[in-house]
C-alpha cells in the first residue's frame, strides 16, 4: 500500500512539473520572447507556481493524489502569474 502512494505521489508531481514548464514555454511563444534565458526563466517560473498552487489547492499534500480542483488551480495560477509577469516585463522594457 505505501508503494501505491509513492507512486501516486509521484505521478502528480510530473503531471504539476509538466503543466508548469509547458505553460511557461507556451507563453514565451505567445510572447514572441527572444530574450537570452527568457523562456527557461518562464518556464521556471510556471513551474514554480504550478507546483505551489497545486499543493495548496490539494491540503498541502498529494499523498491521495491530484485533486481536479488542484489541478485547476495550478492552471489557474499559473496563466495569471505569467500574464502579469508578462505585463511588468513589457512595463520595464518600456521605461
Do not use: C
Not at 32 to 56: D, H, K, N, S
Request: glycine share 14%; charged share 10%; net charge positive.
Amino acid at each position: 500500500m505505501r508503494r501505491d502512494l509513492e507512486i501516486v505521489f509521484k505521478m502528480a508531481l510530473l503531471v504539476l512539473i509538466m503543466l508548469g514548464a509547458t505553460l511557461g514555454w507556451l507563453a514565451s511563444i505567445l510572447a514572441r520572447t527572444e530574450a537570452p534565458g527568457a523562456i527557461l526563466r518562464q518556464m521556471a517560473l510556471g513551474l514554480v507556481v504550478a507546483l505551489i498552487g497545486g499543493g495548496i489547492a490539494n491540503g498541502g499534500t498529494m499523498l491521495g493524489g491530484l485533486s481536479l480542483l488542484g489541478l485547476g488551480v495550478a492552471l489557474a495560477a499559473t496563466g495569471a502569474v505569467l500574464m502579469l509577469y508578462h505585463a511588468v516585463m513589457r512595463r520595464s522594457a518600456k521605461a
